[in-house]
C-alpha cells in the first residue's frame, strides 16, 4: 500500500495550494481516505475526510476553506487549500481508515507527507 502525496510548498497568507495524494496497491477497499497534519512539535489534526459513501466531513479549523475530492479514475486524492492562514503550516499526510478515526489525527495507513508553508 502506498500513498504519495505532492503538491506542498511556500505560499503567502490568502493564498491557494492544491494537494495531490496518489493511491496504489490497495487490493481491498478501504473504509474512509482523507488528510491529517502534523505542525512541527505539535500532535497530529485532523483535516478531512472522505466516507465510503462519498461523503465528506471537514473539521471546524478549515471548513468552508479547505475542499477534499478524489478522482478514483486516476487513483488520486485532492485537497483544495484556500485563504492559506499561517497556522495551516504543517505536513500534511494523506492516509486510510474510518472517517471518524483520520478526523481524530489517527490513521491504518498513511504516506510520507507534503510540506506546506503559510507565510504571514
Known amino acids: 500500500v502506498q500513498l504519495q502525496a505532492s503538491g506542498g510548498g511556500l505560499v503567502q497568507a490568502g493564498g491557494s495550494l492544491r494537494l495531490s495524494c496518489v493511491r496504489s496497491?490497495?487490493?481491498?477497499?478501504?473504509?474512509?481516505i482523507g488528510w491529517f497534519r502534523q505542525a512541527l512539535g505539535k500532535s497530529r489534526e485532523g483535516v478531512a475526510c472522505i466516507n465510503s459513501d462519498g461523503s465528506t466531513r471537514y473539521r471546524d479549523p478549515v471548513r468552508g476553506r479547505f475542499t477534499i475530492s478524489e478522482d478514483n479514475a486516476k487513483n488520486t486524492l485532492y485537497l483544495q487549500m484556500n485563504n492559506l492562514k499561517p497556522e495551516d503550516t504543517a505536513k500534511y499526510y494523506c492516509?486510510?481508515?474510518?472517517?471518524?478515526?483520520?478526523?481524530?489525527?489517527?490513521?491504518?495507513?498513511w504516506g510520507q507527507g507534503t510540506l506546506v508553508t503559510v507565510s504571514s
Open positions: 492516509a486510510t481508515a474510518a472517517c471518524s478515526l483520520i478526523l481524530l489525527g489517527v490513521a491504518e495507513s
Open positions: 496497491g490497495f487490493t481491498s477497499g478501504y473504509s474512509g
